[in-house]
């Protein structure tokens, strides 16, 4: 399985942009589809975006306009570009990697990081 290390969180005003990273290691990323879940608090995980190998991705309705994932298979890293970000986003951001095949369900994933804050203020 691979190791997976998220950056990029912070605290920022509603309409700013941040950009996530997620650093893969131990395995040969490119056989993974990659995806970002989010968790605020109180609430269960929720999908955000995933990117298949081929660099196919598929959005959560409500960041579809927003959010961009992008994945650089030369340095094993996947990206999540969030842009006129609203305090609804407040979360803590996962990356999860699942072999071969994307998905959806956090249940589908073996591979998680630690998670990387993000705080939207109004």
């Known amino acids: 399985q691979v190791q997976l290390v998220e950056s990029g969180g912070g605290l920022v005003q509603a309409g700013d942009s941040l950009r996530l990273s997620c650093a893969a290691s131990?395995?040969?990323?490119?056989?993974?589809?990659m995806a970002w879940f989010r968790q605020a608090p109180g609430k269960e995980r929720e999908f955000v975006a995933h990117?298949?190998?081929?660099?196919?991705?598929y959005y959560k309705d409500s960041v579809k306009d927003r959010f961009t994932i992008s994945r650089d298979n030369a340095k094993n890293t996947v990206y999540l570009q969030m842009n006129s970000l609203k305090p609804e986003d407040t979360a803590l951001y996962y990356c999860?990697?699942?072999?071969?095949?994307?998905?959806?369900?956090?249940?589908?994933?073996?591979?998680w990081g630690q998670g990387t804050q993000v705080t939207v203020s109004s």
């Open positions: 990117i298949s190998r081929s660099s196919s991705t």
């Open positions: 999860a990697a699942r072999f071969w095949v994307p998905s959806m369900r956090a249940q589908d994933f073996r591979s």
């Open positions: 131990g395995g040969t990323f490119g056989n993974y589809a």
